[in-house]
């Protein structure tokens, strides 16, 4: 009975982890089941010294601990497409106002993965008037027979991925390449070594290589050379590039910005790089040209790092800088954050109309209308950072403001995505002819662009479905495109630039436009010659005409390669020369965030 026992927790043990594969659409190869099957022994092998009463019943709540943390992956990974860590613990505190997004995403049948610990609670009711005697020493051989098994499941598929296959832990750019590395229980184990290091120990230096590197691309000074505008950037939460120019149920989705193609520069090629920050990093990303943690937000790690960003580049060139978000002044450290990159006033929820939200905030209409006051206080030249959030998860509006006629869909969350992006757009449109009837338009830089995804881009979604989506290149560019309107001084003809790029190229490209010389920056001006190499953080990117997608089951750079315009599979050797780059800029923007590298 007693190695009965054992085998059923290890079975059911083993069988969640399959049902987690299914649930999440990760894969489940080989050594991933050794690596899991040897660290369930290694970490229940000393139970087997206990005497059966109360072994049997530690092993119902080792199943249940294991089901709430594999449950608790889910759900994240679902939101992420990543794991827990521990460097999350801090940004989950800044759940809560969002969590009703976070929450449409739990299934019923997630709740599946405690069926196990029912199963064996029945076995213990059965049996629990049994007693089986086992000697001290036998019960020792078994639980070191057992811990010795488990060593030998768990390192062999790790020795042979970092010896065989070169894949050393210390380059990896992505949480979910080391959760295929080490196994779930690696993973995490992992992480809390790091987390622990990470809070107690002190952070070692830059490499004499990424300081060259720092070195070689940064100036020392920032003189402006040309006539300085006023600058207006616009975050706009949750606005794929998808819905630009789309007809749901034969209406126009956006027709303001539409109309805004017309008069700026519209780059359909454009990318969010965001991680598992999503807001928060979209604004870091653009306001510092870096690029997102492998784990975390920045703006709950390391708000007080110190950053060559723009909003500091252009207070050093004279500008008055100013962030605007009708929310919660100290969410998500934004206090702090704005502070610390340049930003000299932040109006936030104290400084705009109490009523009629959406959402979470604040509606968009009233937050635009508010913010214009607000930059007339500004002393000129000014940077206004204005960050909406009216489209924000779970896509909430009140019916008086549902304008759509969506009797074609099905999906209620997509139905109040449309219905709030639709809004939004008219929220655009207002704001733009306020600009324009307070003469703040014509000579201003103004720039709108989406910062992430909206959630609803998966593979059995309504979204894809009614997209057609039937190929890797356009479900990447389905969850991947935002849009991204430059509407330069004086300017009032449209043009189309297809060239790609990202977030991180959005503050070269202004400080290019204003004809500055710049500090540190990982990312490249859109307007330049040179073709720009757009990177997300499990090590895929975007570069000229071809789109490389990681393979994070496999060793780094083993990936596929598309040709975009034929969206077909093309030779991993058009996309090689950048897999190593891509890696190299990961690791040194993880470097300089984490190590604090631009302290002056």
């Given at each position: 009975m007693?190695v009965?026992?054992?085998?059923?927790?290890?079975?059911?043990?083993?069988l969640?982890?399959?049902?987690?594969?299914?649930y999440?659409?990760?894969?489940?190869?080989?050594?991933l089941?050794?690596?899991?099957?040897?660290g369930?022994?290694?970490?229940?092998?000393?139970t087997?010294?206990?005497?059966?009463?109360?072994?049997?019943?530690?092993?119902?709540?080792?199943?249940?601990?294991?089901?709430?943390?594999?449950?608790?992956d889910?759900?994240?990974?679902?939101?992420?497409?990543?794991?827990?860590?521990?460097?999350l613990?801090?940004?989950?505190?800044?759940?809560?106002?969002?969590?009703?997004?976070?929450?449409?995403?739990?299934?019923?049948?997630?709740?599946?993965?405690f069926?196990?610990?029912?199963i064996?609670?029945?076995?213990?009711?059965?049996?629990?008037?049994?007693?089986?005697a086992v000697?001290k020493?036998?019960?020792q051989?078994?639980?070191?027979?057992?811990?010795?098994?488990?060593?030998?499941?768990?390192?062999?598929?790790?020795t042979?991925?970092?010896?065989?296959e070169?894949?050393?832990?210390?380059?990896?750019?992505?949480?979910?390449?080391?959760?295929?590395?080490?196994?779930?229980?690696?993973?995490?184990?992992?992480?809390?070594?790091?987390?622990?290091?990470?809070a107690v120990?002190?952070?070692?230096?830059?490499?004499?290589?990424?300081?060259?590197?720092?070195?070689?691309?940064?100036?020392?000074?920032?003189?402006g050379?040309?006539k300085?505008?006023?600058?207006?950037?616009?975050?706009?939460?949750?606005?794929?590039?998808?819905?630009?120019?789309?007809?749901?149920?034969?209406?126009?989705?956006?027709?303001?910005?539409?109309?805004?193609?017309?008069?700026?520069?519209?780059?359909?090629?454009?990318?969010?790089?965001?991680?598992?920050?999503?807001?928060?990093?979209?604004?870091?990303?653009?306001?510092?040209?870096?690029?997102?943690?492998?784990?975390g937000?920045?703006y709950?790690r390391?708000?007080?790092n110190?950053?060559?960003?723009?909003?500091?580049l252009?207070?050093?060139?004279?500008?008055?800088?100013?962030a605007?978000?009708?929310?919660?002044?100290?969410?998500?450290?934004?206090d702090?954050?704005?502070?610390?990159?340049g930003?000299?006033?932040?109006?936030?929820?104290?400084?705009?109309p109490?009523?009629?939200?959406?959402?979470?905030?604040?509606n968009?209409?009233?937050?635009?209308?508010?913010?214009?006051?607000?930059?007339?206080?500004?002393?000129?030249p000014?940077?206004?950072?204005?960050v909406?959030?009216?489209?924000h998860t779970?896509?909430?509006?009140?019916?008086?403001?549902?304008?759509?006629?969506?009797?074609?869909?099905?999906?209620?969350?997509?139905?109040?995505y449309?219905?709030t992006?639709?809004?939004v757009?008219?929220?655009?449109?207002?704001?733009?002819?306020?600009?324009?009837?307070?003469?703040?338009?014509?000579?201003?830089?103004v720039?709108f662009?989406?910062?992430h995804?909206?959630?609803?881009?998966?593979?059995?979604?309504?979204?894809?479905?009614?997209?057609?989506?039937?190929?890797?290149v356009?479900?990447?560019?389905?969850?991947?495109?935002?849009?991204?309107f430059?509407?330069?001084?004086?300017?009032?003809?449209g043009?189309?630039?297809?060239?790609?790029?990202?977030?991180?190229?959005i503050?070269?490209?202004?400080?290019?436009?204003?004809?500055?010389?710049?500090p540190?920056?990982?990312?490249?001006?859109?307007?330049?010659?040179e073709?720009?190499?757009?990177?997300?953080?499990?090590?895929?990117?975007?570069?000229?005409g071809?789109?490389?997608?990681?393979?994070?089951?496999?060793?780094?750079?083993?990936?596929?390669?598309?040709?975009?315009?034929?969206?077909?599979?093309?030779?991993?050797?058009?996309?090689?020369?950048?897999?190593?780059?891509?890696?190299?800029?990961?690791?040194?923007?993880?470097?300089?965030?984490?190590k604090?590298?631009?302290?002056?």
């Amino acid at each position: 009975m007693i190695v009965f026992g054992y085998a059923l927790y290890l079975l059911l043990g083993t069988l969640k982890f399959v049902l987690f594969s299914f649930y999440t659409d990760t894969a489940f190869p080989t050594s991933l089941f050794l690596m899991n099957l040897g660290g369930m022994l290694l970490l229940s092998s000393w139970t087997l010294l206990i005497e059966w009463r109360k072994r049997r019943w530690i092993w119902l709540s080792l199943l249940l601990a294991h089901s709430l943390l594999l449950i608790s992956d889910m759900w994240y990974y679902r939101y992420f497409n990543d794991f827990l860590s521990v460097s999350l613990m801090s940004q989950m505190l800044q759940m809560g106002d969002v969590s009703s997004g976070f929450a449409a995403l739990i299934l019923p049948s997630d709740f599946l993965l405690f069926a196990d610990s029912l199963i064996f609670l029945g076995i213990l009711f059965f049996t629990r008037k049994k007693t089986f005697a086992v000697t001290k020493s036998k019960r020792q051989k078994t639980a070191g027979l057992t811990f010795l098994t488990g060593i030998v499941l768990f390192a062999a598929p790790v020795t042979y991925s970092v010896v065989k296959e070169d894949q050393r832990l210390s380059q990896s750019v992505s949480d979910m390449r080391d959760y295929y590395q080490l196994g779930f229980w690696g993973y995490h184990g992992l992480d809390l070594f790091r987390g622990i290091q990470s809070a107690v120990g002190p952070t070692d230096d830059l490499t004499n290589a990424q300081q060259q590197r720092l070195d070689e691309t940064s100036t020392s000074d920032a003189n402006g050379k040309t006539k300085k505008p006023n600058i207006i950037l616009v975050q706009l939460e949750s606005f794929q590039a998808s819905v630009i120019d789309q007809q749901v149920d034969g209406q126009t989705l956006t027709p303001n910005l539409n109309q805004l193609k017309k008069e700026s520069l519209y780059f359909p090629s454009f990318y969010h790089q965001t991680h598992e920050g999503r807001t928060s990093d979209a604004e870091f990303i653009t306001n510092t040209s870096l690029y997102p943690l492998k784990s975390g937000s920045v703006y709950t790690r390391f708000p007080d790092n110190e950053f060559d960003a723009l909003p500091d580049l252009l207070r050093t060139n004279g500008y008055d800088t100013a962030a605007m978000h009708a929310y919660e002044k100290g969410f998500w450290n934004r206090d702090q954050v704005y502070q610390n990159i340049g930003f000299k006033h932040f109006f936030s929820q104290d400084d705009y109309p109490k009523q009629k939200k959406i959402g979470m905030a604040l509606n968009d209409k009233q937050f635009f209308t508010k913010s214009i006051e607000h930059m007339e206080t500004l002393k000129e030249p000014y940077f206004s950072f204005l960050v909406a959030l009216t489209s924000h998860t779970p896509y909430e509006i009140p019916k008086d403001e549902q304008q759509l006629d969506l009797s074609g869909y099905d999906d209620p969350m997509l139905k109040g995505y449309y219905q709030t992006i639709h809004y939004v757009d008219g929220a655009v449109g207002q704001m733009v002819k306020e600009l324009k009837k307070k003469s703040m338009w014509d000579d201003t830089l103004v720039i709108f662009y989406g910062d992430h995804d909206s959630g609803l881009t998966n593979e059995d979604g309504e979204m894809q479905q009614k997209a057609r989506i039937n190929n890797a290149v356009d479900a990447f560019e389905l969850d991947r495109q935002v849009p991204l309107f430059i509407k330069k001084p004086n300017q009032d003809k449209g043009q189309v630039i297809q060239e790609n790029g990202g977030q991180i190229d959005i503050a070269p490209t202004i400080v290019d436009l204003l004809n500055l010389d710049a500090p540190y920056m990982m990312g490249d001006s859109l307007l330049d010659d040179e073709p720009n190499l757009t990177a997300f953080r499990d090590g895929s990117f975007r570069y000229k005409g071809y789109y490389y997608k990681a393979k994070l089951t496999e060793k780094a750079g083993n990936g596929t390669c598309y040709d975009v315009s034929t969206k077909k599979q093309v030779d991993r050797d058009m996309c090689q020369p950048q897999t190593k780059q891509v890696r190299k800029d990961l690791r040194l923007s993880d470097a300089i965030i984490e190590k604090n590298g631009l302290e002056k």
